[in-house]
């Protein structure tokens, strides 16, 4: 007969590794310098305005093929801007749109209602949606692209292409060759030979970043526990990628639609250094639904040479030549680069400088 202390013991031994497996779920997370963000009246407000944009989607079925029809008499860009500062470079984005057809873009900016930021003088900039308060490294950053997104494709069913871009973006071409780049252009692309035939676009594609053999994948991957993230995605089918991208509105709105992987990138992290969802969750959504439909590389150039922090390379004025945007532009995956970022603002001037001259001459 067994003798209770020994049962006791045992049965102490054997809950230790239990415990281990359900330790993540049971202990809070450890404190971070920002409150767990997403409060259940903000996720209620976003459930309300993605099913509007998908209701009104509900019959039109976007598909890989773009038709000009009567129905649809013009192929529009969203510029989608996620802020949380002033837009600083937003004269340089005026020159940008002051060449172009009005009929051709649109623009939205969701900037973090807790900053008290001077809005541009261009009205261009004055589409502000609503908009809820973002942290860096937070699912926040995912909520607000989604609400960008969802806003656009209910604002305009001509928004075709969907860029997501920062205060920290600048534009490396003029409107008009950004514009034949993506919806003209039968060899912009190098990523897919097929998407053209006797010199016609027949295919689009999103221009989103999607890697699988990045060195910090795992970590990122267990950065809420261990089994967090299964059954609904295993470690093979997690990827990283640049958080600004270029999507499709069929990609837009797959977006808007999913609520299984967000209900597991929602959850917080317990390392604020090891999270960055929003570098994880759009690559793996896209990746798992249609992965054939992205290009697996990103139009905005960053440069991660001697990255701080978790922060790319900041150009500084001295640094802004003729020379930068050539180097800025060169691509191996595309004929160019269309955005990059990231600039301090007072490149702003520099960079006007040489707009007509350079970055707006193709
Ligand atoms: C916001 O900025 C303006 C202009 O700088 C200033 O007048 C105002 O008091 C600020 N408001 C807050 C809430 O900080
Ligand atoms: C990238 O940043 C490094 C500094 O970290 C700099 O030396 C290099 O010139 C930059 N590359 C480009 C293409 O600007
Ligand atoms: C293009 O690929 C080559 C070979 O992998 C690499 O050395 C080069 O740095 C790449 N260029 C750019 C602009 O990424």
């Given at each position: 007969m067994l003798s209770t202390p020994f049962v006791l013991t045992l049965s102490l031994l054997l809950s230790l590794p239990i415990l281990f497996l359900v330790a993540p779920r049971i202990l809070p997370p450890h404190p971070t310098n920002h409150p767990i963000p997403i409060s259940a009246s903000d996720e209620l407000d976003d459930i309300n305005l993605f099913n509007r944009a998908i209701a009104q989607n509900s019959n039109s079925n976007p598909s890989k093929f773009f038709h000009l029809s009567s129905k649809n008499p013009s192929l529009k860009i969203a510029f989608l801007f996620l802020t949380n500062s002033d837009l600083h470079f937003s004269p340089l984005w005026d020159l940008f749109f002051q060449n172009a057809n009005n009929n051709l873009f649109n623009i939205y900016v969701h900037a973090d209602p807790y900053v008290n930021l001077t809005r541009p003088l261009s009205p261009l900039f004055h589409k502000f949606i609503p908009a809820k308060r973002t942290f860096r490294a937070s699912p926040t950053l995912i909520s607000a692209t989604r609400r960008l997104l969802a806003t656009a494709l209910l604002d305009d069913p001509a928004n075709n292409y969907f860029a997501l871009l920062s205060q920290h973006c600048v534009p490396l071409h003029s409107f008009s060759y950004v514009y034949r780049s993506l919806f003209i252009s039968p060899t912009f692309d190098s990523s897919d030979p097929d998407s053209s035939r006797f010199g016609v676009r027949l295919r689009y594609k999103s221009f989103v970043e999607i890697l699988s053999d990045s060195p910090k994948l795992w970590k990122r991957y267990v950065a809420r526990g261990r089994f967090s993230m299964m059954p609904e995605i295993s470690f093979e089918q997690f990827r990283v990628g640049s958080q600004f991208f270029t999507l499709t509105r069929r990609h837009a709105l797959l977006v808007v639609k999913d609520r299984t992987l967000w209900r597991k990138f929602k959850i917080p992290c317990y390392r604020d250094d090891e999270c960055y969802p929003e570098e994880h969750y759009f690559p793996t959504l896209l990746s798992m639904r249609d992965s054939d439909g992205c290009t697996k590389y990103t139009l905005t150039k960053v440069n991660?040479?001697?990255?701080?922090n978790g922060h790319p390379y900041t150009y500084r004025p001295a640094e802004v030549s003729p020379e930068l945007i050539l180097r800025l532009r060169q691509s191996n995956h595309s004929e160019s680069y269309l955005f990059a970022r990231k600039f301090t603002p007072d490149c702003l001037e520099p960079l006007l400088r040489i707009a007509k001259s350079v970055i707006f001459k193709d």
């Open positions: 991660w040479t001697g990255t701080v």
